[in-house]
């Protein structure tokens, strides 16, 4: 009996972390990055940065619950959009298959499993391992969404040019994502201590 209790509590604990990795992904596309700097005066002002904290909730999901629940939370929350509700940027549907933006979304499920199975490894306890480990993610998810951009283009789906849709969607975003990668280094080490994550 207790062989049997052992499967289901694991099952129900990566379940959990998923749906916890969900909620992480949702609330994190509705907040601005950014952050503070000190302007006139002495006063303190919020510089806004070109993304919003989405994807490095993803990172974060899979670098704290593991690869099955950032994968088991992408596809949920992917499942959510193009069915449910509308909370993708731009609203939700099938119709967003058809966009440009859809590689980016279809590579969160690969950059969770990267950065989750990275952060599985012996010795990933710190905060450079799981720094990569978030970079790594977010490679992969840029590599799928520039795939979709070439692809598209190439079909002649996307009315915008090839390099003003790589500025828009990789490039401009891509250096503050990659800021908050280390931020998520950062949470991701103090979540793994005070979960006990070895």
Request: hydrophobic letters at 55%; charged letters at 10%; one cysteine or more.
């Amino acid at each position: 009996m207790e062989q049997d209790v052992i499967p289901s509590v694991r099952v129900l604990a990566t379940w959990s972390r998923a749906m916890a990795g969900l909620m992480m992904v949702i609330v994190g596309g509705m907040i601005p990055s950014g952050f503070l700097t000190i302007g006139e005066n002495l006063q303190p002002t919020f510089l806004s940065l070109p993304s919003t904290w989405q994807v490095p909730a993803l990172l974060l999901c899979g670098l704290v619950c593991g690869s099955r629940a950032g994968v088991i939370a992408a596809v949920a929350y992917l499942t959510v959009g193009l069915f449910h509700l509308p909370i993708f940027h731009s609203g939700g549907g099938l119709s967003y298959l058809f966009t440009p933006n859809f590689g980016y979304l279809f590579g969160f499920i690969p950059a969770a499993w990267l950065s989750g199975r990275l952060a599985e490894h012996p010795g990933m306890n710190g905060l450079l391992p799981l720094t990569c480990a978030a970079f790594a993610g977010l490679s992969l998810l840029h590599t799928f969404g520039v795939l979709n951009l070439i692809i598209g283009s190439l079909m002649g789906r996307w009315s915008d040019g090839l390099f003003e849709m790589l500025v828009s969607y990789t490039l401009r975003p891509l250096l503050s994502q990659m800021a908050l990668c280390m931020a998520v280094g950062i949470l991701a080490l103090a979540l793994r201590r005070v979960l006990l994550i070895e």
